[in-house]
């Protein structure tokens, strides 16, 4: 019985020692690194504000010489500013846009630059809106904060209306100095080319009579109004939403470079119109941003471009809003 046994033991254990042998040549050997993707997903950031929701979609980004285009500076200064932030002097900038649905309507505030950058810079607008779950056809407002081809870039392709159920809302002084082509030859060199970029972008749009304009302080929106912020561009405008109690300034080229401009508010850009009163308007906005405690989204801003602005010293900074996942309260 014990020999029976002792054999039925050994049986077992060489079938076991099989099964292991078998396991081991049947694993595969070591595979290659996976191929890197090399591209972020579609960009977009949801959070409440009061009971309006608001997205921030990213257009991409654009890398730009800050460097050579910012203005009353030195390229030292400059440079001396953004190494505290260990960037280089090319920054890789984003273009955001922001999508509020107020539960009646559904407002873009900018588009992004469209294709007007060529590629690999901006022109993903389109593409982040589907994946935050939206159609360009359900949106029914869009608010520009001023004409120039990064903000209002993306309302049209191919000379057709990329929203085209939508009524577009523009201040009055920007649309009849970028939309006067006898305006083109006295402007700066460097603004030209905006003026054949807004009569391209806005024209399906108001040949379907739907091109709004405004001026001062006005309530385009039930919670979302106007504020004039004039200097970068002659219209350039502020929009605020008001919801529960929360406020969000969105606020288009206020600021360009927030590594830059939060520490010297008094450092502009060779985008601006009127750098002096640009300036200007940049400071109060800080200030003001500061003084209330209010959300603001920022157009240049590091994606999704919203947070707060604190007082540092006699200068500003920027805090970002924490991630949530998205619970309203």
């Known amino acids: 019985m014990e020999n029976a046994m002792n054999k039925t033991r050994k049986l077992m254990m060489t079938l076991v020692a099989g099964a292991v042998l078998?396991?081991?040549?049947?694993?595969?050997?070591?595979?290659?690194a996976a191929p890197m993707a090399l591209a972020q997903a579609p960009?977009?950031?949801?959070?409440?504000v009061g009971t309006?929701?608001?997205?921030?979609?990213?257009?991409?980004?654009?890398?730009?010489?800050?460097?050579?285009?910012l203005t009353n500076t030195t390229p030292a200064q400059v440079n001396a500013l953004l190494a505290r932030s260990h960037l280089a002097p090319q920054v890789e900038t984003s273009i955001n846009a922001y999508l509020v649905n107020t539960g009646t309507h559904l407002v873009l505030v900018d588009t992004g630059a469209g294709k007007l950058f060529g590629p690999g810079a901006g022109g993903r607008l389109q593409e982040s809106l589907r994946a935050a779950g939206y159609a360009p056809e359900q949106v029914d407002a869009v608010l520009i904060t001023h004409v120039h081809g990064d903000h209002s870039g993306?309302?049209?392709?191919?000379?057709?209306?990329?929203?085209p159920n939508a009524t577009v809302y523009v201040n009055r002084h920007d649309a009849d100095f970028w939309f006067d082509l006898a305006n083109r030859p006295r402007a700066a060199e460097n603004q030209r080319a905006g003026f054949d970029q807004a009569a391209e972008q806005f024209a399906p749009y108001r040949a379907m009579g739907k091109v709004k304009t405004f001026e001062?302080?006005?309530?385009?929106?039930?919670?979302l109004s106007t504020r004039p912020a004039v200097g970068h561009?002659?219209?350039?405008?502020?929009?605020?939403?008001?919801?529960?109690g929360k406020e969000l300034h969105f606020w288009g080229d206020l600021l360009h470079a927030k590594d830059v401009q939060f520490a010297?508010?008094?450092?502009?850009?060779?985008?601006?119109?009127?750098?002096?009163?640009?300036?200007?308007?940049?400071?109060?906005?800080?200030?003001?941003?500061a003084r209330r405690g209010y959300l603001v989204a920022a157009a240049h801003t590091p994606f999704p471009?919203?947070?707060?602005?604190?007082?540092?010293?006699?200068?500003?900074d920027w805090l970002p809003v924490p991630y949530t996942a998205l619970t309203a309260r």
């Open 22 to 32: 078998a396991s081991a040549i049947a694993v595969p050997a070591a595979q290659a």
């Open 43 to 48: 960009g977009y950031y949801r959070m409440m």
């Open 52 to 69: 309006a929701e608001v997205t921030a979609i990213s257009d991409g980004t654009v890398t730009i010489p800050l460097d050579q285009l």
């Open 154 to 163: 993306g309302l049209t392709a191919d000379g057709a209306a990329l929203f």
């Open 216 to 223: 001062g302080t006005a309530e385009l929106l039930p919670g």
């Open 233 to 244: 561009t002659p219209g350039h405008t502020v929009y605020v939403l008001k919801s529960g």
């Open 264 to 289: 010297a508010p008094d450092i502009t850009i060779r985008f601006d119109v009127d750098s002096p009163a640009a300036a200007r308007q940049r400071k109060a906005a800080f200030a003001d941003a």
């Open 305 to 316: 471009g919203i947070g707060y602005v604190r007082t540092a010293g006699m200068a500003f």
